[in-house]
């Protein structure tokens, strides 16, 4: 697999990491993914009840240095830094006001000097990416979805998306060409049988966010 060949987001994006092979959103993962040459994983982050964003799929009940502990934002950007990995960053929806849980990613994202084309921000939350546009508009937004509502099109122009995010069992050939019409990029969760999204490839599928990227090769 290329890493960071070019600026987009490569076909082949580890879900939470690389979970089949290091606990989901770690450091180790991270590891992990980059030594099999991922060039690109999905994290997921939240805040926890001090507001420092950490990297958790789950709302967060302790502070840092609780049980288990988890990594910070701030420490996931600088190993990717290193590792020159992307990062698609989900920002969870867990009760947070949108305009604070952005502001808080993105002053991180700010200090981490993290390249911009090394990072696609996406949210189930329209109205996380509707401040992601008001506070960070040269940051990509991806909006994912378990079925894309009637509107993506304009939902789409209004939040100025880079791309969608539905989940793969609601995807047609069909759809993936509409999608693909309007100049969006597709990604689709989560991904685990390559056998499963086959036919959408040739109908532009962009990538697919999968446990197992070392099944894609
Ligand atoms: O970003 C796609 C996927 O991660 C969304 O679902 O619940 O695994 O965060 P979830
Ligand atoms: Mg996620």
């Given at each position: 697999m290329d890493k960071l060949s070019n600026d987009i987001p490569s076909p082949v994006i580890g879900h939470r990491g690389i979970p089949s092979l290091a606990p989901e959103n770690s450091l180790e993962g991270l590891h992990k993914a980059s030594e099999l040459g991922v060039g690109w994983v999905e994290m997921d982050v939240t805040l926890n009840p001090d507001g420092i964003a950490v990297m958790s799929h789950d709302p967060v009940t302790g502070g840092l240095g609780s049980s288990p502990a988890l990594p910070t934002l701030a420490e996931t950007l600088q190993r990717l830094n290193e590792l020159s990995t992307g990062l698609n960053l989900e920002i969870k929806?867990?009760?947070?006001?949108p305009e604070l849980i952005v502001a808080q990613v993105l002053k991180v994202i700010e200090q981490s000097q993290v390249p911009g084309d090394h990072l696609l921000l996406s949210s189930f939350n329209s109205q996380i990416l509707a401040q992601c546009l008001i506070q960070a508009p040269h940051l990509r937004r991806g909006l994912i979805a378990k079925t894309l509502s009637k509107d993506w099109q304009e939902i789409s122009v209004q939040l100025n998306l880079y791309s969608l995010h539905p989940y793969w069992k609601t995807l047609t050939p069909n759809l993936v060409t509409e999608i693909k019409r309007q100049g969006l990029h597709l990604y689709t969760w989560t991904v685990n049988d390559p056998k499963a999204v086959r036919i959408l490839w040739s109908s532009g599928l962009d990538g697919v966010i999968t446990d197992y990227p070392q099944r894609f090769k």
């Open positions: 929806d867990h009760g947070y006001p």
